[in-house]
């Protein structure tokens, strides 16, 4: 016996990445249902290589009966219609961040903190972390493990995908208006794209910091320990998808490069590429399409007592948003709402 699951925010890039997920990972569901907006009533979009769903409108859609809802449509929307799916029984999993602060929701990374999982009952809604943090906390949790993270130093260069399908579009149009010689449109982003970084990602605070740098610091802290400290600067850059991450980690006790190595090695959903030559690391283009967080260019961080730097990629929209979700999802079903014979 399966799961009726339900995807909120189905037309989008995170959505149809989620869709995929499912039917890749072959996750039992009995039906799957495509929300999006009004003007997306009708549409269809595919559930696998053979199934086609046409998509609801998700504001006159009635969640009773659906097991679990995967929401990736944006906060605003969370903030409405999550309450609403949970209210008539789905569990939810927020991709958003609107939901991931609160205390009474849990926010998961399977192979960090799978034990929070069993925190959904209060409120029928996990929440699943941003982009960037996931692959982070991914990488520092082996190494935390063994020498007690006190720091983090983090640069990030992350793919115009985590800013939706609009911004993939935008940086398309932007290349190819710059060829042409014509005049470059800027719609999602607030500079140039296309041939050009832009170290800005979502709103500013108060501090000059911007809320990308907040969440992950507030993110890591609530998922991995409260004591870390983290210092991050989050950069848009002009690749599609996968984010690149520079991370300087000071820990509490001594740790070597090889030990670092051999703990990572042996983490779940980390694959260690560190030939220290030419083609020996990996860059975005190639995590794009899979599932793991990379970790390259590891190195003893000479400017601080216990110090390793090193480089993390991983797709965004994978790892980074429906895999994670999908495995949160995975892990819900194994352990509270089986429905085993
Ligand atoms: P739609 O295509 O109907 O606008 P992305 O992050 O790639 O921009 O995708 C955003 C997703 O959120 C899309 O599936 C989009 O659907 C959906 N979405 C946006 N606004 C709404 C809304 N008011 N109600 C339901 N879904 C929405």
Redesign the pocket.
Known sequence: MGYKVAV????????REMLQTLAEREFPVDEAVA???A??KGREVSFGDETVLTVMD??KYDFKGVDIALF???GS?SAKYAPRAAKAGAVVIDNTSHFRMEKDVPLVVPEVNPQAIAGYTKRNIIANPNCSTIQMVVALKPLHDIARIKRVVVSTYQSVSGA???AMDELFNQTRSIYMNQPVVKEEFTKQIAFNVIPHIDVFMDDGSTKEEWKMRVETRKILDPDIEISATCVRVPVFIGHGEAIHVEFAKPITVQEARAALRKAPGIAVVDHQQDEGYVTPAEAAGEDSVYVSRLRQDPSVKHGISFWCVADNLRKGAALNSVQIAETLIASYLSKAA
Request: proline content about 0%; overall charge neutral; cysteine-free.
């Open positions: 909120v925010g189905a037309t989008g890039a995170v959505g929300l999006a907006s003007k997306s998700l504001d990736s449509a944006g929307i939706g399908q609009s």
